[in-house]
């Protein structure tokens, strides 16, 4: 059973319509669809900031130390160790 859709008017700028449009006639997509995954996408990212600037914040609050540099450094010599150069 398809889920309910809320219709929604938007102003785009004339030169964004235009692409917009050129693009998705292009990728065989409405414009529903078009939006819906931009929508997403903007979503997913600004999910993604969030969770950054919890890293960061973290990180500042307790940085490595030099027991864990040292082991990101070796970690690293014996993985390009296998590399062919």
């Known amino acids: 059973m ?5 219709k929604v008017a938007i102003s785009l700028p004339a030169d964004l319509y ?3 449009e050129q693009a ?3 990728s065989k997509r409405s414009r529903s669809t078009v939006v819906q995954e931009a929508l ?3 979503l997913k990212q600004q ?14 609050k307790m940085p ?3 027991k864990e540099i ?6 690293a010599v014996r993985v390009l ?3 062919e150069w």
């Open 2 to 6: 398809p889920r309910a859709a809320t």
């Open 18 to 20: 235009q692409a917009v």
């Open 24 to 26: 998705r006639k292009k």
């Open 40 to 42: 997403r996408h903007w």
């Open 47 to 60: 999910e993604q900031g969030v969770l950054i600037r919890e890293y960061e914040a973290g990180y500042r």
């Open 64 to 66: 490595e130390g030099e």
């Open 70 to 75: 040292a082991a990101a450094q070796a970690a």
């Open 81 to 83: 160790a296998t590399e």
